[in-house]
């Protein structure tokens, strides 16, 4: 079990490296959905803030009656946290 724990350590170690080095060229903007590597214990409110090297590829944009339902979902969770 513990030794399960280190690989795993040890393998976002490495991911982690690989992308603190990555030069994203990715330019977002809001209602765009990006898929992105957050990492193995990233809850809703550590999201708040992402670094742009994250984001790996555009997977779809949202029209503004959904992307305003789910910014009044997140908010509603945030704030009850």
């Known amino acids: 079990m513990i030794l399960d724990d280190v690989i795993k350590l040890l393998r976002w170690c490495e991911i982690k490296i690989l992308l603190s080095e990555h030069q994203s060229n990715a330019l977002f903007k809001e ?3 990006w898929w992105g590597e957050v ?3 990233v809850i809703l409110n550590q999201i708040k803030s992402m670094d742009k090297k994250r984001l790996v590829k555009r997977v779809g944009t949202l029209d503004m009656e959904a992307f305003e339902k789910v910014q009044d979902a997140f908010w509603d969770f ?3 946290s």
């Open 39 to 41: 990492g193995m214990r």
């Open 78 to 80: 945030y704030h009850a």
């Open 31 to 33: 209602g765009e959905i």
